[in-house]
């Protein structure tokens, strides 16, 4: 699989903000460990495989990037006037989102089996 050129610094973002992120409770250290298994699997095969129970909390993580990545990391590469990075940002809070949707879609869709997120943030079952 060919990755988009932003991919590399999307999966660094990934953990990044796992690494980032208080584990203050159960809930979030399993968001940021789904996020660090779906660093693992986009840079392996482009693929993250999450059960039918995951996607809600999978959801929840990719919107947690989104948001962090706009309010604290976004601003700054805007600010220093770095078009490749905003650009690669812009990119990663698209595609954080897309996942969102298609994960809460899957969630409200999926019931038995699991179902497989893309690198690009869809779901293909």
């Known amino acids: 699989m060919t990755l988009p050129p932003s ?4 999966i660094k973002m990934l953990r990044f ?12 250290t399993a968001m940021m460990d789904l996020l660090l298994e779906a660093a693992r699997g986009f840079e392996a095969n482009g693929v993250l495989h999450l059960s039918a129970q995951q ?21 700054s590469a805007v600010a220093a006037g770095n078009a490749t990075g905003e650009s690669q940002v ?3 809070i698209e595609i954080a989102m897309t996942s969102v949707n298609s994960l809460l879609t899957g969630a409200a869709t999926i019931e038995d089996a699991g179902a497989t997120l893309t690198l690009d943030g869809q779901i293909d079952r």
Do not use: C, M, S
Request: aromatic residues 10%.
């Open 7 to 10: 991919a590399d610094a999307y």
């Open 17 to 28: 903000v796992a690494a980032k992120t208080e584990r203050t409770d159960p809930r979030i």
């Open 55 to 75: 996607l809600p909390l999978a959801a929840r993580a990719f919107a947690g990037v989104a948001a962090f990545l706009q309010q604290r990391i976004l601003p």
């Open 90 to 92: 812009r990119w990663a």
